[in-house]
């Protein structure tokens, strides 16, 4: 009965990793060695300069001015195009996807992906029965 009252045992917490180095490590890179582990088309976007240094530093300033323990402010982008990076790890940004804005917290599997694949712009086809007032007898041709 000692064993039923004891809490249930957790398992060990699952490291990630990013192309083998851990997300702290990633974060001590510098940006040259960064882009080396991004694939193709982020290098390029980065390189040419197509990356909105903007919301990188409003998001540095809500994780600056959040309590200790606690997720900071939502920062709203428009812009979905743009390339997690580490530094972004952990912050909540607000998605538009059209209509309005979609509350995403950027975890370590995310990097090197693009915000707009967090916000989903349609709304999903759910295949079932027909509705009230639909005709669901089969008629046939003659």
Do not use: W
């Amino acid at each position: 009965m000692a064993d039923a009252a004891a809490p249930p045992k957790r398992g060990p917490f699952r490291r990630f990793f990013y192309r083998g180095l851990e997300v702290h490590k990633l974060l001590d890179l510098s940006h040259a060695e960064l882009m080396k582990l991004f694939h193709a088309r982020a290098r390029r976007r980065f390189v040419r300069g197509h990356v909105d240094m903007r919301l990188l530093a409003r998001l540095r300033k809500a994780k600056k001015e959040c309590p200790a323990d606690e997720k900071p402010a939502v920062i709203k982008t428009h812009l979905r195009n743009m390339i997690i990076v580490p530094e972004m790890v952990a912050a909540q940004v607000g998605v538009y996807n059209g209509q309005h804005f979609v509350q995403v917290e950027i975890k370590p599997n995310m990097i090197g992906h693009y915000l707009g694949e967090f916000a989903i712009t349609y709304k999903p086809c759910r295949h079932g029965r027909a509705g009230v007032g639909a005709d669901t007898k089969f008629i046939p041709l003659k």
